[in-house]
């Protein structure tokens, strides 16, 4: 068995549903461009993994909150896993750096506005490693899950085997399900917009009720909104929040159908 089958095998052991690897100098730069070098000297290899979520969480007629929950589980998955093969690989004396799955993130003012900016794009790694392709939603679409899944990446300075396969051209068909679901019209429709997604009118809609432009109409609202502070509070026990899935979910390529068939 190779070192690509051992780390495959490795994370898949962990609950990974999806695992891909990719050279670093084949993952496209995202703005602002985040070099593999700038996180591990001498990186040559990208390991991407992806956990699937579950179709019933982010379809809950209650909302969002299971959905929340079920992401924080994947994410657990992914730390898991690569913090295994991490283990592993440094044990075979090749360096490595398991990136952030979602938070810490940069936050970055361009023209006054505030962008936030992750240490690395796990989706262009995962789409250089062929789990995917980009979809209109901004997200990754993957022929197994559609956009239901939640993504990390780790660098190695170990020179592995990419993984290669054929993906489908109508992984995203911009169908414009998510576009036209988007409750603050964050995605443009006009596909040579650049970019098609509006950053902070997504995100303003994504932490709301919690953010305000100030931070007395911030806390005035968690305390005098019923039934705003008691998610404050779980918010800040376990990072239990309000959250917009309406791009993911609607997706017709994360249905329970195309899953199945997939």
């Known amino acids: 068995m190779g070192l690509r089958e051992e780390v495959i095998e490795i994370a898949k052991s962990r609950e990974i549903d999806l695992v891909g690897l990719a050279r670093v100098e084949d993952i496209e730069l995202t703005h602002p461009p985040r070099p593999a070098e700038d996180l591990l000297v001498g990186a040559k290899t990208t390991i991407v993994f992806a956990a699937s979520l579950l179709w019933g969480a982010l379809n809950c007629p209650r909302g969002t909150k299971g959905a929340v929950k079920d992401s924080q589980v994947a994410y657990d998955r992914l730390e ?31 023209d006054g506005i505030n962008y936030y900016a992750a240490e690395w794009s796990h989706r262009q790694a995962a789409i250089a490693a062929c789990l995917g392709v980009k979809g209109i939603n901004n997200l990754l679409i993957t022929p197994e899950y559609g956009p239901y899944v939640r993504i990390s990446s780790m660098l190695t300075t170990a020179e592995i ?12 068909t911009e169908c414009m399900e998510c576009v036209n679901a988007c409750p603050v019209s964050a995605l443009n429709p006009d596909p040579n917009a650049q970019p098609r997604l509006n950053q902070p009118l997504c995100r303003a809609t994504y932490i709301r009720p919690f953010l305000y432009p100030t931070v007395w109409q911030t806390l005035k609202s968690v305390f005098t909104t019923k039934g705003l502070g008691a998610m404050g509070v779980q918010f800040l026990l376990e990072g239990y929040y309000f959250s917009c899935a309406e791009c993911q979910r609607v997706c017709p390529r994360g249905s329970l159908k195309a899953r199945k068939e997939g």
Request: charged share 25%; net charge negative; with cysteine.
């Open 80 to 110: 898991h896993a690569g913090a295994a093969v991490g283990r592993y690989l440094e044990s075979k004396g090749f360096a490595c750096y398991l990136v952030p799955a979602s938070m810490p993130v940069d936050v970055i003012k361009q």
């Open 161 to 172: 085997e990419s993984t290669k396969r054929e993906l489908l051209d109508d992984l995203c």
